[in-house]
């Protein structure tokens, strides 16, 4: 034996009182394997410091030390009934740390378990406000004893970040509200649907919560993956209304008849200003959806196209430049600068293309108009703020958003209003004020003309 194992032999005989023999060194750490290195070290007298030193050493750790840590939580084999047990104490929020300490078993065996459990759709449900009053009476009153005072005493551990209001958790009308919109619009996800619960019906419920209803009532959620590499894209957004419109053609079939939709938008609201269903993409009809538009809700200073013919076609940028509407073409290949109107195409498509069959012409013209309409007035939009694109078109955002702040703080007031009167009123009022152009004053091949609310006045040659 060398100088330097003979020196550290001595020290951990000083440090325990006695020296240990090499069978005795092996049974000490054979046992921390069977009941850990406190109880071990106890059971035979040694410092833990001493016996943890051995349990490293490849000359003391036989294989049955390996044998006995791992028996230790994978001998024992648990009935369906203990395993239903489990899930049930999963389902009333108990962490599985806590559960496998409490039954004897490892968190990777209660996740294997929840797994099988959901695919055979025998996972049970979460419990709700009233089963953990219950729950915590039960526990209280000492009613029960066992494994069920932990299942008990599980229900009514609350997280440090649930809501300190007495009705936290979700009840049976937000449950049934969140399936009612997944239902109604199936391509929306957790963020989404709670930005419609928000702006609707004044409830502040969390993305989690959300999901975990859609989950545990069979809708699989869509993970979206990471950005793509590359430099960050350039955003940009309208100062005010009318500022800039966007304008697009999408095509759709209907027993057999190709169509295709024209639709305007304003950059800076979302808010669809008109559309048209055509037989071909031409310029007589983007020509019709802008005229419409600017009949109802004024001229735009800006519109942006793609390159298509429609768009380049003398007959629509004669008529731009009749109205002195200023024309900006995308590059080609580049269909990223008409972003938001290409977002709008592709939720109808999503939501209603792809969904409804319509079985002529006239069914597809009026769904679609009833499906902008709802667009514009009834569907809170992510990218304004949880806003609808009427609220930002006719100016009213600002006191929306204070309206639903002032309730969204008080949820189970909202819950209480909305059991007392059946129906929540709309989060809308009368449109206020917004900048409108009614006068401009334009130079037209030398010549002073004046335009006001669509006429115009020539007022004759500049003199020089």
Not at 101 to 124: C, Q, V
Not at 286 to 304: C, N
Not at 410 to 435: C, D, H, I, Y
Request: with cysteine; hydrophobic share 35%.
């Amino acid at each position: 034996m060398s100088k330097r194992k003979s020196e550290s032999k001595s020290r951990q005989s000083r440090r325990s009182g006695r020296d240990f023999g090499d069978e005795e060194r092996r049974a000490a750490v054979a046992d921390v394997g069977v009941m850990g290195l406190a109880t071990a070290a106890l059971e035979h007298g040694l410092p833990k410091s001493t016996l943890h030193a051995w349990t490293k050493s490849p000359r003391w750790k036989e294989p049955a030390f390996k044998e006995a840590k791992r028996s230790r939580t994978r001998s024992r084999r648990f009935t369906p009934e203990q395993r239903e047990h489990a899930l049930e104490m999963m389902a009333s929020g108990m962490k599985r740390t806590e559960i496998a300490s409490a039954i004897g078993t490892t968190t990777e065996s209660l996740r294997r378990w929840r797994n099988e459990a959901e695919e055979k759709g025998t996972m049970p449900p979460p419990l709700s406000s009233a089963q953990k009053g219950e729950a915590a009476r039960v526990s209280s009153s000492g009613e029960q004893a066992g494994e069920e005072s932990v299942l008990a005493e599980a229900m009514v551990t609350r997280s440090p970040y649930a809501p300190r209001d007495p009705g936290h958790g979700l009840s049976e009308l937000e449950t049934s509200a969140i399936l009612s919109l997944k239902k109604k619009h199936p391509s929306m996800g957790p963020a989404q649907i709670r930005a419609q619960l928000k702006r609707f019906k004044g409830w502040r419920v969390s993305v989690k919560a959300i999901a975990r209803v859609l989950r545990a009532n069979g809708y699989q959620l869509v993970h979206r993956g990471s950005r793509p590499e590359g430099p960050e894209p350039v955003r940009f957004e309208a100062p005010h209304r009318n500022a800039l419109w966007q304008m697009d053609y999408a095509d759709f079939r209907i027993a057999g008849e190709k169509l295709h939709l024209c639709v305007a938008l304003d950059d800076f609201s979302r808010y669809a200003v008109g559309h048209v269903i055509s037989d071909a993409p031409s310029s007589e009809a983007a020509i019709e959806v802008i005229q419409t538009a600017i009949a109802r809700h004024g001229k735009p200073e800006v519109l942006r196209t793609d390159r298509g013919g429609a768009f380049q076609a003398a007959e629509f940028t004669g008529m731009l430049e009749a109205e002195l509407i200023d024309h900006i073409v995308g590059r080609s290949y580049h269909p990223q600068g008409g972003g938001k109107v290409e977002s709008l195409i592709g939720t109808v498509r999503r939501e209603l293309w792809d969904t409804e069959h319509f079985a002529d012409r006239e069914e597809a013209e009026r769904r679609v108009t009833e499906f902008l309409e709802e667009y514009n007035e009834r569907r809170a939009h992510m990218g304004i703020d949880g806003l609808t694109p009427a609220d930002r078109y006719f100016g009213r955002g600002d006191r929306v958003l204070a309206t639903i702040d002032a309730l969204s703080r008080n949820r189970q007031g909202a819950l209480a209003q909305v059991e007392r009167s059946g129906v929540f009123e709309e989060l809308a009022g009368k449109a206020t004020a917004a900048p409108m152009e009614v006068l401009r004053l334009v130079i037209v091949d030398g010549a002073m003309e004046l335009r006001f609310c669509g006429a115009r006045v020539r007022l004759g040659p500049i003199e020089r």
